[in-house]
């Protein structure tokens, strides 16, 4: 049951201050529109902010659907911040990640002994948001067996717990979310149908990135402002990196685009370069020999960057604190370079 905020690089701790936070975002970065905790100006996502604006102002279920990376919850989590409901819980549960045999307990709890392992009993989702919204993250991933109890549980508000005789009724709003197409879904049985239609009563479409004609930039912008402040630096994107942000089309969409900008924060001096993803897959091996390393002319800097640092790395037979020393970097800074590329080995308390 984990929230991920696509559109901030850190989350606020209450409303007051997350509010603050959006103003300041849109505040710093020129041009920069935001609507509960979505942030974009261009055309398709004025359309979706409306699209919100109505359906929170009703208690009918939607379906979100949208490619992975689009920002599906924060769509959730601001109807529910819009609705009545803003008041009660909103519980996100990932349908993707729970084991087909446990999901039916997860979502509608279960008493003592009602299976092995459940040595008490325990409140589902449904239970945990009453009053408030829950939201099923790729529900079609959801066994069709299972998708019979929560159809039930929505035509009705009631439903049992697993191993349990007491009809519980419930006050929930559901949202849910795929990244896949529901009409293909249902063809390839792993949709009901009738589950379908209950549940997309409002559709809503996240745009891809690519679709989103001026948001990438306003959104790395926005990313680096955050960055910035939480660091206390000045940093600003090169023009090479402006133009990656117009001519790459960012497949992973805006997660994409907000671990990108990260990794290049991390590595930057002053000037964030953001080097084209297209380009950094051609990128050539160095050529090493003994101890010296030739680096091919057109690398990006970052890239030659990297080489140089897992190369110096190599050389010292892995000892970081005699490649940080060789480098002229303290041990602190190649430690954060080495998370950067994935190196997830990286200890301080190595060597």
Not at 105 to 124: P, Y
Not at 185 to 205: H, I
Not at 250 to 260: I, M, Q, S, T, Y
Request: with cysteine.
């Amino acid at each position: 049951m984990s929230s991920t905020d696509l559109d901030s690089p850190a989350a606020e701790a209450d409303s007051g201050g997350a509010s603050q936070a959006r103003q300041r975002a849109v505040d710093n970065v020129p041009g920069l529109k935001s609507y509960g905790t979505l942030f974009g100006s261009s055309p398709v996502m004025l359309d979706l902010y409306e699209q919100i604006d109505r359906v929170a102002a009703t208690d009918a279920t939607a379906l979100i659907i949208g490619e992975s990376g689009t920002g599906k919850e924060l769509i959730a989590r601001t109807i529910h911040e819009h609705s009545a409901r803003k008041d009660g819980a909103f519980v996100a549960v990932n349908c993707g990640a729970i084991p087909d045999e446990l999901i039916e307990a997860e979502l509608f709890g279960h008493e003592k002994g009602s299976f092995t392992g459940a040595v008490q009993g325990r409140v589902g989702y449904f239970e945990h948001a009453n009053g408030g919204t829950l939201f099923l993250d790729e529900v079609t991933e959801m066994a069709p067996v299972r998708q019979v109890k929560l159809l039930r549980a929505l035509e009705t508000g009631t439903f049992y717990r697993v191993g349990g005789t007491e009809l519980i009724r419930g006050d929930v709003r559901v949202i849910a979310a795929t990244n896949r197409d529901p009409a293909v879904a249902v063809k390839e049985n792993g949709l009901r149908e009738d589950l379908m239609y209950r549940l997309a009563v409002f559709p809503l479409r996240a745009p891809p990135l690519r679709e989103r004609e001026g948001d990438r930039e306003l959104l790395a912008l926005h990313f680096l402002d955050e960055l910035n402040r939480q660091e206390g630096t000045n940093k600003v994107f090169s023009k090479r990196s402006m133009e990656t942000l117009r001519t790459w089309s960012w497949p992973g969409n805006v997660r994409e685009l907000k671990n990108a900008v990260y990794r290049a924060f991390i590595l930057a001096e002053k000037a964030v370069e953001l080097p084209h993803p297209h380009l950094m897959s051609r990128v050539k091996k160095p050529v090493t020999v003994g101890d010296s390393m030739s680096v091919w002319i057109g690398t990006p800097l970052a890239d030659a960057q990297k080489q140089i640092i897992l190369g110096t790395l190599k050389y010292c037979g892995g000892d970081k604190r005699r490649a940080a020393k060789a480098l002229g970097v303290s041990l602190k800074t190649l430690y954060n370079r080495l998370s950067a590329y994935g190196d997830e080995e990286s200890n301080p308390d190595d060597n």
